[in-house]
Nanobody
Framework: QVQLVESGGGLVQAGGSLRLSCAASGLTFSTTAMGWFRQAAGKAREFVAAISWTGRGTRYADSVKGRFTISRDNAKNTVYLQMNSLKPEDTAVYYC?????????????????WGQGTQVTVSS
C-alpha cells in the first residue's frame, strides 16, 4: 500500500531553517506530483507548495514564496521542503501528499494520499 512518511520537523527559533523530508513507497513516485500542506492549531489545512513529477514545475503559497523551496529526488522516492527565515506563524503540522491525477495542484481534494504529518514549531 502507499505510504508517505514525513521527517525533519522540530523546534526552531524565528529566522532559523528546517528541511522536511517525505519518503514515499507503494506508488510510482517518478510520475506522481507531490505537495506540502500545513495545519496550524484551530485552523484549516492550507496549501504550502507543490512540485510536478519531473521537478521542473513548482508553485507556492504567497505566504512562503521566497522563503520555502520544494524539491524532489526521484531516485530516492523523496520530496523535500527547505524552510528558511522561519516565522512563528509557520508553526503547524506539515503534511506531504501525493497527487496521481493532476500536474501540481494547490487544491487539497486533488491529492490521493497523505502522510501522518510532522510538527514544526517556530519560537519568537
Amino acid at each position: 500500500q502507499v505510504q508517505l512518511v514525513e521527517s525533519g520537523g522540530g523546534l526552531v527559533q524565528a529566522g532559523g531553517s528546517l528541511r522536511l523530508s517525505c519518503a514515499a513507497s507503494g506508488l510510482t513516485f517518478s510520475t506522481t506530483a507531490m505537495g506540502w500542506f500545513r495545519q496550524a492549531a484551530g485552523k484549516a489545512r492550507e496549501f504550502v507548495a507543490a512540485i510536478s513529477w519531473t521537478g521542473r514545475g513548482t508553485r507556492y503559497a504567497d505566504s512562503v514564496k521566497g522563503r520555502f523551496t520544494i524539491s524532489r529526488d526521484n531516485a530516492k522516492n523523496t520530496v523535500y521542503l527547505q524552510m528558511n527565515s522561519l516565522k512563528p506563524e509557520d508553526t503547524a503540522v506539515y503534511y506531504c501528499a501525493a497527487d496521481q491525477r493532476t500536474p501540481f495542484s494547490r487544491v487539497e481534494s486533488r491529492y490521493d494520499y497523505w502522510g501522518q504529518g510532522t510538527q514544526v514549531t517556530v519560537s519568537s
